[in-house]
């Protein structure tokens, strides 16, 4: 009855203290610890950990505060043996439990059933078992990384349209490549639905088959406003994007999951933006180092073959030189043989001679008979010889006739060609000629006179 009174106190109902019997101070911390137990039987609450005392009971006594108040806590040893940390002075903690009161002193206080560590720690914590898994799984390999467009034809972004981190990217474009088209893709890049936006930026980008590279980031902050491109999901989409992925996250200190799996990690987004933007004039001034380049290789190259052109017309010979000096070694050969034929018969008649001088020395008729036989024999051998020696030099003279004849300009006029000549000058282009000029056409046989009516130079 007593406690129905005090919660219809606290409710807003006057007590009827006049006609009851007054609360002991034990009921009513009692009452109170009753109340307190029911209505905040399970509580989370966050703050910097202050007096921890850890008597030989095993159980923890400490204070909870913010910068504003503070809490009595209590963590009994059936607890807190279970934790995987070590709690210290100043660590931001996350506490689960429920509101309780000390009936021996009226102490409010929280007893608490679970901790963790908040604020940083805790993210640090999930930063780093996030790093070590994908980094086992190898999603952070070079050899997944996709190489770069040395100049895309168009580049998503990733991020906020409102954003600073867009802003920063566009100035650089345009200052350095303005012709480079890009498109932003809206998405959330802090809170609870940045990272499924994320995501389906990447995944969108993808399917649409636009872009050669993406940008995927934000400007700086700290770390639980970067925390989305901390998560499994986005570290995901991006390692499995088709499309080489820039991430641009933060500042320079800031690193992130998606700076590791991506397949480039710029400082900065103005930094992703000078990493995919070449200097528009450092390109211009390349291209026309080129250009002067190519003219001169052009010009020494035509050079060569104008020289090339000029020594081949230098060794190019007319037939009618050629045919002279084929007539000329014939005419040598001519006389060289008639000189052999004559230097044999001198050499032959002056050995008969001799013989015949020693046949009329001999006076018996057997050696007259003997001589006579070897005269005849001799008369016949250098018959032979000499017909021997004549055929030879008839058939070395053919062969070097059908030579000559084999080069000669007459043979190529038996084939159907013909040579025009303006008296003993051959003409060799048509453009040697004019109009009703007369010329002579020979033919393999005979020649006959021409008059120009037409030129045609090609």
């Not at 009595?72 to 607890?79: D, G």
């Amino acid at each position: 009855m007593q406690g129905h009174n005090l919660f219809h106190a606290e409710q807003g109902t006057p007590a009827q203290s006049d006609n009851q019997r007054p609360l002991t101070v034990t009921e009513l911390n009692s009452q109170t610890r009753r109340m307190l137990e029911t209505r905040f039987a399970n509580v989370r609450v966050e703050g910097e950990l202050s007096g921890l005392a850890r008597p030989g009971s095993g159980h923890w006594y400490f204070t909870l505060k913010d910068a504003n108040a503070q809490i009595r806590c209590a963590m009994f040893k059936n607890r807190n043996r279970s934790l995987r940390f070590v709690p210290a002075e100043g660590m931001q903690l996350i506490v689960r439990g429920r509101v309780s009161l000390y009936e021996g002193r009226g102490d409010y206080q929280l007893i608490v059933d679970h901790m963790e560590e908040g604020g940083a720690g805790a993210l640090q914590r999930a930063f780093e078992a996030l790093k070590l898994k994908l980094a086992t799984e190898g999603l952070f390999n070079s050899e997944h990384k996709k190489p770069l467009p040395a100049l895309p034809s168009h580049i998503g972004v990733v991020t906020s349209p409102t954003g600073a981190a867009i802003r920063d990217i566009l100035a650089v474009l345009r200052r350095r490549f303005p012709s480079i088209p890009i498109t932003v893709i809206p998405s959330a890049v802090q809170g609870k639905e940045a990272a499924n936006e994320l995501v389906r930026g990447v995944e969108m980008a993808n399917r649409s088959g636009l872009f050669d590279v993406l940008i995927v980031g934000r400007g700086g902050g700290s770390l639980e406003d970067l925390w989305p491109f901390n998560e499994e999901r986005v570290a995901r989409a991006i390692a499995a994007s088709d499309v080489p992925v820039v991430s641009a996250v933060g500042h320079e200190i800031d690193f992130t999951i998606a700076d590791f799996v991506a397949d480039y990690r710029a400082p900065t987004p103005s930094a992703a933006a000078e990493v995919l933007s070449p200097d528009q004039q450092d390109i211009l001034n390349k291209l026309a180092l080129l250009n002067r380049k190519l003219q001169a290789l052009m010009k020494h190259r035509l050079q060569v073959l104008s020289q090339t052109l000029d020594n081949t017309s230098l060794r190019l010979r007319h037939p009618g030189e050629r045919l002279r000096e084929h007539h000329q070694r014939l005419e040598d050969l001519h006389i060289r043989l008639q000189q052999s034929m004559t230097i044999a018969l001198q050499f032959h008649s002056a050995r008969h001679q001799r013989l015949n001088d020693r046949l009329l020395q001999s006076s018996p008729s057997r050696s007259i008979e003997r001589l006579q036989g070897q005269l005849n024999l001799l008369k016949n051998q250098l018959d032979s010889s000499i017909q021997v020696l004549l055929k030879q030099k008839e058939s070395r003279l053919k062969q070097l006739t059908g030579m000559l004849d084999a080069v000669s300009p007459l043979a190529t006029l038996s084939r159907g060609y013909s040579i025009v000549a303006r008296g003993d000058e051959f003409i060799r282009e048509a453009g040697q000629l004019t109009e009703g000029e007369r010329v002579t056409a020979r033919f393999s046989q005979g020649s006959a006179d021409c008059q120009v009516i037409e030129i045609h130079k090609s």
